[in-house]
T-cell receptor, first 114, second 116 residues
């Protein structure tokens, strides 16, 4: 079964450093997402991406965050200057936009900012 | 705006017990409803879904029925197993026009522990 893949599975970075989290969505999907889950808390929406542009973003997704689809397969989340409170599990997801709006998630990238 | 309210956890059951995890939602129109499961150390997996009123989603012995009159989508399983121990998330996705991204709104999650 097709799946969303994410790399790295775990990254430790120093405060102030830039981080890029990578995702390969399911190949025929058109909608791409990043979600975040701080340890023990709710899964929160960050951003959605469709037709090569951001379609929605939450208030969490401020100027330190950016997303890109640099080629036909990858979808990246960049955090420009990490803060301690950015430590979380980051989930990439994709959806076809059809059939009940099902969104499929990757296994997550655990980011620890020290 | 849209919101999902889930039964507070943690929930601890003995193997073969009956499980109910309550979920209610607030949304305009007719959202699609989902249950996702997160096993220890893993990502979010779609467990089941329902896209319209009175639909029943089912998978791996779990069921949930889309009840528009009570705005609920409670998760049930008749006989839980130790391997069902996980965090369960209720979520909704609004029904928007085509081309819209249809983001998910999640509940806070319910930790289920099943003891042998």
């Amino acid at each position: 079964e097709p799946e969303v893949t994410q790399t790295p599975s775990h990254q430790v970075t120093q405060m102030g450093q830039e981080v890029i989290l990578r995702c390969v969505p399911i190949s025929n999907h058109l909608y791409f997402y990043w979600y975040r889950q701080i340890l023990g808390q709710k899964v929160e929406f960050l951003v959605s991406f469709y037709n090569n542009e951001i379609s929605e973003k939450s208030e969490i997704f401020d100027d330190q965050f950016s997303v890109e689809r640099p080629d036909g397969s990858n979808f990246t989340l960049k955090i420009r200057s990490t803060k301690l409170e950015d430590s979380a599990m980051y989930f990439c997801a994709s959806g076809s936009g059809r059939s009940g709006n099902t969104i499929y998630f990757g296994e997550g990238s655990w980011l620890t900012v020290v | 705006g849209n919101s999902v309210t889930q039964m507070e956890g943690p929930v601890t059951l003995s193997e073969e017990a009956f499980l109910t995890i309550n979920c209610t939602y607030t949304a305009t129109g007719y959202p699609s409803l989902f249950w996702y499961v997160q096993y220890p150390g893993e990502g979010l997996q779609l467990l089941l879904k329902a896209t319209k009123a009175d639909d029943k989603g089912s998978n791996k012995g779990f069921e949930a029925t889309y009840r528009k009159e009570t705005t609920s989508f409670h998760l049930e399983k008749g006989s839980v197993q130790v391997s069902d121990s996980a965090v369960y998330f209720c979520a909704l996705s609004p029904r928007l026009s085509s081309g819209s991204a249809r983001q998910l709104t999640f509940g806070s999650g319910t930790q289920l522990t099943v003891l042998p």
